[in-house]
C-alpha cells in the first residue's frame, strides 16, 4: 500500500470530510506499508468523522502486552465472505466499514517461479473500501483497531499483474453511504464487481522496499 503526503491524498481527505489539520492523529505515510503495519483508515462514529490508526490486519489476538496480529491471515476480506454468519468480516461488513485512503496500491504474481512485483498509481488518490474492528484491553480499558481491505475479483485489465483478486476502489458518490451506520448492505451489492474508477499507472519494480523501476511505465484506463 502506498500512502504518501501529495496534493491527490489531501484532496481525497478533503471529499471524505477529514481536515488533516485537525485531527488528533497524523495520517500515516510511506511509499511502501506492510500488511500488519499500522496504516490510517477514515471512520465514522456516531456522526462524525475522523482518522484512526489500525493495524491492517483484521483479527488480532491478546499478547502480553494488548494485542497483535492473527495466525490467520486477514489483512484481505474477500468480497464472497462478506456475507458469510460467522467470518471474520461478517458483522463488520454491517456496522465497521471504512475508508482508506492512498495514493496507489502494489500486487505480486508468480511468473516462472518468480515473483513479479507492480506498483499501482491513480492519476488521482484511491478510496479503498474496508472493514474495520475494535479489541479491548480489559486491563487499560485501552482501544486497539484493526482493519482489512475488502478484495474482488480480479480486473480483466489487472488480471496479468495479479490473477487473484483486485481491490474494492469506492468512487466518491459512495463515500457518505458505505461510511453511514446504515445496516442495509444489499445497496453495496452493485459494488462487488471488479472497477477501475480512475487511470492507473502500472509501474513493474524489482521488490517494494528498494523500488527499482524495470521497466517503462504502462497505462491502465479507467472503466
Known amino acids: 500500500m502506498n500512502v504518501i503526503d ?13 481536515n488533516l489539520q485537525d485531527q488528533a492523529m497524523p495520517l500515516r505515510t510511506s511509499r511502501f506499508i506492510r500488511a500488519t503495519n499500522k496504516i490510517s483508515i477514515v471512520i465514522e462514529q456516531k456522526g462524525e468523522r475522523r482518522l484512526q490508526d489500525a493495524i491492517w490486519w483484521l483479527l488480532l489476538e491478546q499478547a502480553e502486552h494488548g494485542f497483535k496480529p492473527s495466525q ?12 458469510v454468519k460467522g467470518s471474520a468480516g461478517y458483522a463488520a461488513y454491517r456496522t465497521q466499514r471504512c475508508i482508506i ?29 474496508g472493514l474495520y474492528r475494535t479489541w ?14 475488502i478484495t474482488l475479483p ?22 457518505n453511504s458505505w461510511l453511514s451506520d446504515d445496516q442495509n448492505v444489499s445497496q453495496f451489492e452493485c ?8 487511470n492507473l499507472k ?9 523500488f527499482n523501476v524495470l521497466s517503462d511505465i504502462k497505462q491502465i484506463i479507467a472503466d
Do not use: W
Not at 485512503?101 to 488518490?125: H, L
Not at 489487472?158 to 463515500?175: G, M, N, Q, R
Open 72 to 83: 490467520y491471515t486477514s489483512f484481505n476480506t474477500r468480497y464472497d465472505k462478506l456475507n
Open 154 to 175: 480480479p480486473h480483466p485489465k489487472l488480471i496479468t499483474y495479479h490473477s487473484k483478486a483486485s481491490p474494492l476502489i469506492l468512487e466518491p458518490a459512495v463515500f
Open 6 to 18: 501529495c496534493p491527490e491524498v489531501i484532496d481525497l481527505c478533503g471529499q471524505l470530510g477529514i
Open 191 to 198: 459494488l462487488m464487481r471488479p472497477n477501475i474508477p480512475v
Open 202 to 210: 502500472a509501474i513493474a519494480i524489482d521488490k517494494p522496499s528498494s
Open 101 to 129: 485512503p492512498v495514493a496507489g496500491f502494489g500486487e505480486t504474481e508468480v511468473v516462472d517461479g518468480k515473483n513479479q512485483y507492480t506498483d499501482f498509481v491513480g492519476q488521482q488518490a484511491l478510496g479503498l473500501g
Open 136 to 149: 479491548l484491553n480489559k486491563e487499560t480499558g485501552e482501544l486497539t483497531y484493526s482493519c482489512s481491505v
